[in-house]
């Protein structure tokens, strides 16, 4: 199992930075609405540009973290649930404008792939306090 959470944090890690970096500009088929962009996804979304922009941190900071964690199991814990609650939260805004369900199957992947790292280091947690 531990090869499987670590290549799991290695692809989430490689999304984030693929998505938030790469991709922040360019059309894609699963963003929100109409959008075309990551700026005008979160518009569709009702989303405020400081709202993004702390989003964008907070997923670059979690595959960061997925990587970091790949050594140091807490850390993996902790980004699972982080990147976990992150990708609900994209989840539920796919939801909330009714997308079609195509729309949804990357945050609803990253979403299971986090919880799954997650609950594979949920025993390491007690080593990090």
Known sequence: MDLISTLLQIFLAIAMYDVWLFRYRTPGCFRGGNS??????FKVYGLSDSFRR??????????TLMVVGIWYDPIAFLA???????????????????????KAIPATSFFLM???????????LSSFF
Not at 54 to 63: E, M, N, P, Y
């Open 54 to 63: 702390l989003i964008r941190v907070l997923k670059l900071t979690a595959g």
């Open 114 to 124: 986090s919880v799954l790292v997650a609950y594979v280091h949920r025993a390491e």
């Open 36 to 41: 075309t962009t990551m700026e005008e996804e």
């Open 80 to 102: 699972g649930v982080m990147l976990g609650f992150l990708m609900f939260g994209a989840l539920a805004m796919h939801i909330k404008v009714k997308d079609p369900l195509f």
